[in-house]
Nanobody, 125 residues
Framework: VQLQASGGGLVQAGASLRLSCVVS????????MAWFRQAPGKERQFAAG????????TYADFVKGRFTISRDNAKSTVSLQMDSLKPEDTAVYYC???????????????????WGPGTQVTVSS
């Protein structure tokens, strides 16, 4: 299984970015998907997750109301729309895949089976 994220970049505070992650090598529908992030010198954080059929989503408190996760099973893609970006959102963002038809999205990265290489998001003030 391979995950490839894209869409990162350098933006000013208040701007938007859309991250995408394409999954190949296994039936995408069997995965719950999530986005994590890690800033320099900080621990990895769960940002958002979505279950296999998009009926359940979970967000970290620090992104609620600003980020939206979605998936397109036909395209094996999960996306993260990030609006109203803040300098503290600066981090490397990773997509991750969890095998299972769950309703509760795991927020602990240790439960995830596959990870992409990450994409840098930098928000300037």
């Amino acid at each position: 299984v391979q995950l490839q994220a894209s869409g990162g970049g350098l933006v000013q505070a208040g701007a938007s970015l859309r991250l995408s992650c394409v999954v190949s090598g296994r039936t995408f529908i069997t995965f719950a998907m999530a986005w994590f992030r890690q800033a320099p010198g900080k621990e990895r954080q769960f940002a958002a997750g979505i279950n296999w059929n998009s009926e359940h989503t979970t967000y970290a408190d620090f992104v609620k109301g600003r980020f939206t996760i979605s998936r397109d099973n036909a395209k094996s893609t999960v996306s993260l729309q990030m609006d109203s970006l803040k300098p503290e959102d600066t981090a490397v963002y990773y997509c991750a895949a969890y095998r299972g038809f769950v309703t509760a999205i795991p927020m602990d990265g240790d439960y995830y089976d596959f990870w992409g290489p990450g994409t840098q998001v930098t928000v300037s003030s």
